[in-house]
């Protein structure tokens, strides 16, 4: 497990749904759906000033822990959101500094081997995680590194207090 320590906060631009993993282990799960909206709706392709074409998917505004509700959105880190602060679709959503202990999934197809991945973070304490989670802002990475869905790599990122 290795530590990263972001000296700046980081700005996005995307979309977002409220939830909680209740609802997501349920058969209603709105991640998925949200998914597939980013997709349908060409999301990629109205976001202009991209810093890169790596997809973040950001966890926040925790109601208490892992049982509680969160937000998650989908999307692009940026340089400028002055294009985005008026839009009606697209929110602006911000990564804060701090540190963040970084947690790599096994290799496979990425929606098991997320999920198994969190089940794991889940039953991790803060010696293992290099700290206490925060429940403020954690976020995954999604790079387009493999030509095969099956062979995924991904990165979470789980705020810490390391002090």
Known sequence: MNILKLNTEKSLVGIEIRTSNSIE?????????????????????????????????????????????????????????????????????????????????????????ISAAWEKIWKMNPIELGGKRLFKTDFEIYTQNTSSPNEEIFHIYLGIQTE
């Open 25 to 113: 282990y349920s058969n209603n799960g709105k991640i998925p759906k949200l998914w597939e909206t980013f997709f349908k709706d060409e999301i990629t392709r109205k976001i202009k000033n991209k810093t890169s074409e790596n997809i973040h998917g950001i966890y926040s505004n925790y109601e208490s822990d892992h049982t509680g509700e969160y937000d998650y959105f989908i999307g692009f880190e940026i340089q400028d959101v002055t294009p985005y602060l008026n839009n009606k679709t697209l929110i602006i959503k911000k990564i804060d500094k701090g540190s963040y202990s970084v947690i790599t999934t096994e290799k496979g197809f990425a929606q098991s081997v």
